[in-house]
């Protein structure tokens, strides 16, 4: 079997800065053996969140679609003192497991993991006085993603980073006469933002260890 060029390089970029330690490597593993579905970010896109996490020197960060947590303790290491990541997810049983693996990695005190659909907490935070977050991971279910970035922007300081995970999902965004609910889901959002003044935005393109996709990355203006 022969590995194609691009993963081969996205193995090179992990080898050199996005390397899994023993925590993140366990973690992984422990999913695989829970049979969570294998759709957390790949490490160089964990690095990648890092990096725009330092550029927005975010010390409050909000998650959008948890699951067992992988993306979650990648953004909590790129936290400052005192930081904190607020992670919403639906499923309980998820959300317990990820809840052992911020155990695991050492970062529960970072981590404030919600329960509930995420529609229904974004609400309850904009009318809780929650300070605003420096950076927004939006990776929950697709068809309502421009409504979660509706929320992520009035949730939002100006400056911060709001990423969006899956906007490309393997080129089927070209598709016309596409009817999967995904596809249609980020293509509304991507849509909606390259007319939208109150954000400035583009997509990165992503090749390698996963699918072909991509990653929406605004700035609040
Ligand atoms: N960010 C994670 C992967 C998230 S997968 C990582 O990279 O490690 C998407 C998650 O969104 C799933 O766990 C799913 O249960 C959750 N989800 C789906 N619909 C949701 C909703 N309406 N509200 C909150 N979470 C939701
Ligand atoms: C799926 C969801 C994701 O967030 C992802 O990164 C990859 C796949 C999915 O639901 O299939
Ligand atoms: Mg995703």
Known sequence: MSTNIYTKVDEYIIDLFAKEDDVLKTIQERNDS????????SPSQGKLLQVLARLSTANNILEIGTCAGYSTVWLARALGNNGKVISLEVDEDFAGIARQNFKIADVSEK???????AITTLEELYNTNTPKFDMVFIDADKPPYLEYFDWAIKLCRPGAIIVADNVVRDGKVLDDASTDAAVLGVRRLNKAL?????VTTTILQTVGVKDHDGMLIAVVN
């Not at 829970?34 to 970010?41: H, M, R, V």
């Open 34 to 41: 829970l049979n969570i579905p294998q759709i957390n970010i």
């Open 111 to 117: 981590v404030d993991l919600r329960v509930g659909k």
């Open 194 to 198: 390259s007319a939208d003044k109150r």
